[in-house]
């Protein structure tokens, strides 16, 4: 399963709304997740079964979708927010190519 | 608390051969493969395979077949995992991931550098 990123990066201001996209090749129903990965770091969990938030992240992270079309929106950017965002699909957990997210 | 932990970078010549280590703590096993992924400088994140530590059964991805190998030692609760006829190309940062419950990677190990290099 190709899971294809949209935008490959975006630069946004602190404040903003910000929505991440991720299309899977074939449905992968709602078995997708979204990491936050900053420079020198291992990923981060931050949404599974496409709504969910893990343990400890904040509510302006929010995910949607189901089938093959997935979305995450950061609401209230924050500089610390500055990474770069990979989703990823459980049947056989291929990941998207990333979105580098920068702050204005 | 889950914790897992790596083994330090290695440096190794084309055609070698290197073993990565993950050792586990915190976690259920009975609910939890341990997963392997690599990342290649300035790369994405590429999932190689898993090991189901109360079986040793594993699955690896096509591109990874033949020449990677993941086991479990459960003495010390570490997963290993080791790669053969090295290429320039495997060089990577090496991360071990386990399921907490979500289905997908909730605990990650901090990520073995291996570079390969004449």
């Known amino acids: 399963i190709v899971m294809t990123q949209s935008p490959a990066s975006l630069s946004v201001s602190p404040g903003e709304r910000v929505t991440l996209s991720c299309r899977a090749s074939?449905?992968?129903?709602?078995?997708v997740a979204w990491y936050q990965q900053k420079p020198g770091q291992a990923p981060r969990l931050l949404i599974y079964?496409?709504?969910t938030r893990a343990t400890g992240i904040p509510a302006r992270f929010s995910g949607s979708g189901s089938g093959t079309d997935f979305t995450l929106t950061i609401n209230s950017l924050q500089s610390e927010d500055c990474a770069v965002y990979y989703c990823?699909?459980?049947?056989?957990?291929?990941f998207g190519q990333g979105t580098k997210l920068e702050i204005k | 608390q889950v914790q897992l932990v790596q083994s330090g970078a290695e440096v190794e010549k084309p055609g070698a051969s290197v073993k990565v280590s993950c050792e586990a703590s915190g976690i259920s096993f009975a609910a939890s493969y341990i997963h392997w992924v690599r990342q290649a400088p300035g790369q994405g994140l590429e999932w190689m395979g898993w090991?189901?530590?109360?079986?040793?059964?594993?699955n690896y991805a096509q591109k990874f077949q033949g020449w990677v190998a993941m086991t479990w030692d459960t003495s010390i609760s570490s997963a290993n995992l080791e790669l053969k006829r090295l290429k320039s190309g495997d060089t990577a940062v090496y991360y071990c991931?386990?399921?907490?419950?979500?289905?997908?990677?909730?605990?990650w190990g901090q990520g073995t550098p291996v570079t390969v290099s004449s």
């Open positions: 990823q699909q459980y049947n056989d957990w291929s």
């Open positions: 991931a386990a399921d907490g419950g979500s289905g997908s990677f909730d605990y």
């Open positions: 074939r449905s992968v129903f709602n078995s």
């Open positions: 079964g496409a709504s």
């Open positions: 090991i189901n530590p109360n079986s040793g059964s594993t």
